[in-house]
């Protein structure tokens, strides 16, 4: 349930020199093909700082790109361009997020490695496994019901056991394991829902996308103050699909 963001690229200089500097990385080819990936994401993030205010992103987020094999969430077919900076379709009609925008809703969201985060669109599992690496707790929701099977699977086979993965409605989030330190939703709403309001702890921050589907929407961050107040900063246009299910 990933988006279609701007500024996209095509990495074909990163995948030459990931093809010359194969063999310093044996026991995973992939790796010059994901630091690539990581240095695209670090210049586009300069380029964006007017709009995201963030010039660069924390260096535990950027550790976590590398670290995170985006090939093993990706279909087959796919897998040849997981280190592309793009989404990519992994089924019924959804996508593998752009890493850039990856890395920024995780970068806005400021997890910390005591922190409960709550995440909305499990899709393929690709922003559970980064959260996971920073994180105390992941739970993380999808309601499309061979996604939500196919990404506990892939999840629980990688390792990523702080990761709990269900299938239901996410507009309403996962109260059980509430209130939580971060909220992220990967699928444009019309409205933010106010269940992942009432969710988000004082002191939370939630990164939604907002806005019409198919359409240009806006990436929101929004700070739940100690008193309980909410405050709601536009950070960068994007594009995802829509959110499915709530009301």
């Known amino acids: 349930m990933k988006p279609v963001m701007l500024l996209t690229r095509i990495l074909a200089p990163a995948i030459a020199l990931a ?9 995973d080819p992939f790796a010059p093909l994901r630091d690539a990936m990581v240095r695209e994401i670090a210049d586009m993030s300069s380029v964006t700082r007017d709009e995201t205010g963030r010039a660069e992103f924390a260096a535990p987020v950027m550790a976590a790109m590398a670290r995170v ?31 850039y925008i990856v890395a920024l809703m995780t970068d806005l969201a400021q997890v910390g490695p005591g922190d409960v985060v709550l995440e909305i669109g499990t899709g393929s599992g690709y922003q559970a496994a980064i959260l996971a690496e920073l994180a105390r707790a992941v739970y993380t929701m999808e309601i499309i019901e061979p996604l939500a ?26 109260p059980e394991h509430g209130s939580y330190d971060a909220i992220l939703v990967t699928a444009a709403a019309s409205h933010v829902p106010p269940p992942l309001i009432a969710q988000l702890k004082a002191g939370g921050r939630m990164v939604i996308p907002v806005g019409a589907p198919f359409m240009i929407q806006y990436l929101l961050l929004i700070e739940k103050a100690d008193d309980g107040s909410v405050s709601t900063r536009q950070v960068l246009p994007v594009r995802f699909v829509p959110l499915a299910g709530g009301g």
């Open 19 to 27: 093809l010359a500097s194969a063999g310093l990385h044996a026991d």
């Open 149 to 174: 099977v196919q990404a506990g699977e892939r999840l629980g086979r990688l390792g990523y056991a702080k990761v709990r993965a269900r299938l239901g409605d996410g507009y309403h989030g996962w």
């Open 69 to 99: 094999p985006r090939h093993k969430f990706v279909p087959p077919d796919e897998v040849p361009y997981a280190y592309e900076n793009r989404p990519l379709p992994i089924g019924y009609g959804q996508t593998i997020s752009q890493p």
